[in-house]
Structures are given as structure tokens and as C-alpha cells.
């Protein structure tokens, strides 16, 4: 396994055209704003790992590679730790993020879901928030647990439903009526909330070779300050990627309409909302 591998080839065309477009692009100019927002949920993931073991860790979905640098960190110098991405603008930054902060960490940009790594190669896979967007998730879990030395364990945050997160879904409701092409959202595909569904998640691990799952909600308050707001929703999720193709006058509406509609969520100089997630946890099961 090279150490910066690319495989352009084995990147699933729809999500590598979205997260190699203006949505990687958005992540890296806001990394840190996002780092910062999701502190609390990368803990999670990086307390899987015992600090100072020789492991080798492999970060699913590590975007711009904020939690690769904190297992990396944990780890140690006698560690290594690995973060996988369909997302060339976000590897870069990860990257250029381990080379600033001197730790043991390598970028691999491809999909996860093909046989990327050698089989038998990570002592533990994690991911925060970077599980959700496979297309065939069962062979995404398979290709993981290929990856995985007998006895590994797997550990993963993801969203749980739409109606228990109703700050990730401010902006479109709000946006609605001047953004009607806005998408629907819909259970059990790739997404933000695409494994919402715990059952489903537990058959999804059984059938891709992980025993054992535990599933535990965490709910985890996330702070960001409110000078951020606006700059986040015209940024991200689907409200931000349908505001990339609009004028400047309905630009300007849809951010006068959206912003009052966030007000529940404002606390003076900090907007505060509750993550609900799943904590994910298994096993490399015996073939």
C-alpha cells in the first residue's frame, strides 16, 4: 500500500463529482470552523484508539483530515494512521494539515468502497460523519472489513434521524418557497442521514463480515459563534449548493428569510444545537 496512493479510477462517479466540485471546496475554506464545530463527536472517535498504541489506524471519509491528525496525535510516533477520501480538494488539505502539525499520517484519495488497501492492513477503522455516502453500503463494509486484521475493531458517528436534528434542516425549510427545485429528503439513501436507521445499520455490518455491533445514541452539543451562521448555511448542505447557481437579488432573499428561522438556536454571540448520532461499534468477525 503506497503511503499517498491515488485511484482516480475507483471513485463512484456521483459522489466524487460533489465532493471534488464546490462541496469539497466549501469544506476546505471552512475546515477550521467545522473542525471547531464537530469537536465533540471527533472525541468519540479518536478515544477508540488507546494512546501511545503501535496500531495502524485507517479514517474513513477523513475529509480534510482533522480527525486523521488527532488519531495520529494519540497515537504516537510508534503508530500510523491513514485517511481515505474521494475528495482530491480535501486530501490536499489534509495533507498540508499533517506536514504542519509533524504527525504520522498518510492520505489515500479514493473510494473506500474498493479494494483499496491490502487485506489484513489496519488494527482499527473509524470515521466521523464519513460512512454515510456509499453507494452499495454492504460492499462498502465488506471492502472495509477486507482491509481489517482478524479482531479489529470498527468504530463510526453517524446522524440519527432527520426529526431528532432539526438544525440540519433549518435552511431548506425555511428556503423552501424561494428554492423550490430544493431536493426531498429521503431515508435510507447516501447522504447526511443515510444510516439513520439503526436496525438497518446492523444488518449492513452483519452482511459486509462485523460481529458484535454495539449502537449507543450520543447526543453532543455542538457551538459554533454567530457571526458564522450565515456563512455556514450559504455554504453547506442543500440550501448552500442551491445557492451557488442563483442571482445576486434571490441570493439575498433567501439569506433575509433563512437567518430569523435559526433564531431558536441563538444564544447572544453563539449558535448552540444538539447533534443526535449513533456511536457504532463492532468487530472483524472470523471468515
Known amino acids: 500500500m503506497g503511503s499517498d496512493r491515488r485511484v482516480d479510477d475507483a471513485v463512484d462517479g456521483g459522489q466524487a463529482a460533489r465532493w471534488n466540485g464546490p462541496a469539497g471546496n466549501a469544506w476546505v475554506e471552512s475546515q477550521d470552523l467545522v473542525d471547531a464545530l464537530f469537536a465533540p463527536l471527533e472525541r468519540l472517535v479518536v478515544d477508540a484508539v488507546p494512546a501511545g498504541w503501535g496500531g495502524r489506524v485507517l479514517d474513513v471519509g477523513c475529509g480534510t483530515g482533522g480527525t486523521t491528525v488527532a488519531l495520529a496525535r494519540r497515537l504516537g510516533p510508534g ?13 490536499v488539505a ?6 504542519r502539525e509533524g504527525v504520522r499520517a498518510s492520505f489515500v484519495r479514493a473510494d473506500a468502497s474498493d479494494p483499496v488497501f491490502e487485506p489484513g492492513s489496519f488494527d482499527a477503522v473509524v470515521s466521523r460523519f464519513g460512512v454515510m455516502f456509499f453507494a452499495d453500503p454492504v460492499r462498502a463494509f465488506a471492502q472495509l472489513r477486507r482491509a481489517a486484521k482478524e479482531g479489529a475493531v470498527l468504530r463510526f458517528v453517524v446522524w440519527r ?22 431536493p426531498e429528503r429521503v431515508p435510507d439513501v447516501p447522504g447526511q442521514f443515510g444510516l439513520a436507521d439503526a436496525g438497518r445499520v446492523r444488518r449492513l455490518l452483519g452482511a459486509g463480515g462485523w460481529a458484535g455491533v454495539e449502537v449507543r445514541p450520543v447526543d453532543a452539543v455542538c457551538v459554533m459563534p454567530e457571526a458564522e451562521l450565515v456563512p455556514y448555511f450559504s455554504r453547506f448542505g442543500p440550501v448552500g449548493i442551491a445557492l451557488r447557481g442563483t442571482d445576486p437579488a434571490t441570493r439575498a432573499r433567501v439569506i433575509e428569510t433563512v437567518r430569523p428561522a435559526f433564531s431558536p438556536f441563538v444564544r447572544g454571540s453563539e449558535v448552540r444545537f444538539t447533534a443526535a448520532c449513533w456511536q457504532i461499534e463492532a468487530r472483524a468477525s472470523g471468515r
Do not use: K
Open 79 to 91: 503508530g500510523r494512521c491513514v485517511g481515505v477520501d474521494v475528495s482530491e480538494p480535501m486530501v
Open 94 to 99: 489534509a495533507r498540508a494539515r499533517a506536514e
Open 161 to 182: 434521524g432527520i426529526e431528532e436534528n432539526p438544525f440540519m434542516t433549518t435552511a431548506e425549510r425555511a428556503a423552501a418557497p424561494l428554492l423550490p427545485d430544493l
